[in-house]
Structure formats: structure tokens, C-alpha cells
T-cell receptor, first 116, second 118 residues
Framework: AQTVTQSQPEMSVQEAETVTLSCTYDTSENNYYLFWYKQPPSRQMILVIRQEAYKQQNATENRFSVNFQKAAKSFSLKISDSQLGDTAMYFCAFTSRAGGYQKVTFGTGTKLQVIP | KAGVTQTPRYLIKTRGQQVTLSCSPISGHRSVSWYQQTPGQGLQFLFEYFSETQRNKGNFPGRFSGRQFSNSRSEMNVSTLELGDSALYLC?????????????????FGPGTRLTVT
């Protein structure tokens, strides 16, 4: 069974600073994808960034980047130049092939507060 | 493309009643997953439907059921509502098929239905 662990229930960061959210996962699969989702307060969950496991290069999307360590099964999210709009719950998610179809597992989330 | 839509957005029900929530996935997506989100339990997987068949199920009692129609729209039903069923119910759609490398396998979420049971 695949599991996703986010060990930081809550974090805070000063505006304009950098923060890193941790995520570890456990799987016996070799072909999978990892995602970070963002859920702002009372707003819709949206995809922040995706990483294909077969790609060694870390994904980046503007101020968001990941540190993907496949051997360590670690997938952290770095937010640079934090903005007030980054305040949200962040969920790490893992998807792989399970019996020929896609199965998704989410972590428990990290609540990030950006302080002005 | 239009995003995932969920109706209704807000619902207030009384204990013992039943409720049906609806989700329309992104056009072309055949997989619809349902999640229950509460402050204490986080995001919990309810079930997933693909081509009108339930192929994944979370650890919820039988009062929670669902179905998917031929147009991929899905409904979730909760019977004999309990106070603890108060939550945000999220629907997510994806292609659901693991076939081609490089495909975007992420899920796209709807805005959710906020259910309050009194």
C-alpha cells in the first residue's frame, strides 16, 4: 500500500521569505507522479506543481519548486518570496498505476500562514 | 474547458434525513473521486467511479454510496445523516487511465458542497 506523510501540521513564514514544506511517501512502484495541491481558506483546491518520478530534474512553477529525492522517497515544496496569497492548506499527493488504473493518495496537509 | 462543478454548494439537513450531492467532471474525464474534508480528519477518500463502475472505496460506512452515469456525472448519497457527517464534500475528476507516459494524471477538484447536519 502506498502512503503519504506530511509531518508538519502547521507552518508560518514571513512575507517575502522562503519556506519549505515536507512530504515523504512510501511505495514499491517505480512509475508514479507526485503533486502538491493548494487549498486557500474557503476556496477551491488547485494544483500547484507536478513531478514525474521518471524525471530527475526537479519541477518548478514560478515561485514554487520541488526537491524530489527518489531514493529517499522525499518530495518537498519550496515557496520563494512568500506572498499573503500563499496562505493555504497544502496537500502532497501521490498517484501510480494500481491494477491497470490510477490510484491517488493524499497526505494530511500542512497549514501555511504567511505573516505580513 | 469548463471545470468540475458541484451542486448544491451549501446544504443544511437534519439528522436522519438523506442527501444527494452531484458532481459534473471536466469534459473527457471518466474518473470521479469523492472526498470528505473535516477540520479534524483532513481529506478522506470516499470512493472513485470510472466508466460507471466503482473501482476504489475508502473506509466509510454503507450509508455513503455513489453512482456514475454514462456521461460521467456522478452522484453521492448519504442516508440517515448523523451530526458527524457535517463536512465539505469534494469531487475530483481525472482521466483515470494509466496508459501514456507524460500524461497529466492529476485530479481537478470542484468547489465542494458544504453539508451541515443539525
Amino acid at each position: 500500500a502506498q502512503t503519504v506523510t506530511q509531518s508538519q501540521p502547521e507552518m508560518s513564514v514571513q512575507e517575502a521569505e522562503t519556506v519549505t514544506l515536507s512530504c515523504t511517501y512510501d511505495t514499491s512502484e517505480n512509475n508514479y507522479y507526485l503533486f502538491w495541491y493548494k487549498q486557500p481558506p474557503s476556496r477551491q483546491m488547485i494544483l500547484v506543481i507536478r513531478q514525474e518520478a521518471y524525471k530527475q530534474q526537479n519541477a518548478t512553477e514560478n515561485r514554487f519548486s520541488v526537491n524530489f529525492q527518489k531514493a529517499a522517497k522525499s518530495f518537498s515544496l519550496k515557496i520563494s518570496d512568500s506572498q499573503l496569497g500563499d496562505t493555504a492548506m497544502y496537500f502532497c499527493a501521490f498517484t501510480s498505476r494500481a491494477g491497470g488504473y490510477q490510484k491517488v493518495t493524499f497526505g494530511t496537509g500542512t497549514k501555511l500562514q504567511v505573516i505580513p | 474547458k469548463a471545470g468540475v462543478t458541484q451542486t448544491p454548494r451549501y446544504l443544511i439537513k437534519t439528522r436522519g434525513q438523506q442527501v444527494t450531492l452531484s458532481c459534473s467532471p471536466i469534459s473527457g474525464h471518466r474518473s470521479v473521486s469523492w472526498y470528505q474534508q473535516t477540520p479534524g480528519q483532513g481529506l478522506q477518500f470516499l470512493f472513485e467511479y470510472f466508466s460507471e463502475t466503482q473501482r476504489n472505496k475508502g473506509n466509510f460506512p454503507g450509508r455513503f454510496s455513489g453512482r456514475q452515469f454514462s456521461n460521467s456525472r456522478s452522484e453521492m448519497n448519504v442516508s440517515t445523516l448523523e451530526l458527524g457527517d457535517s463536512a465539505l464534500y469534494l469531487c475530483a475528476s481525472s482521466s483515470g487511465r494509466w496508459s501514456l507516459p507524460g500524461q497529466p494524471y492529476e485530479q481537478y477538484f470542484g468547489p465542494g458542497t458544504r453539508l451541515t447536519v443539525t
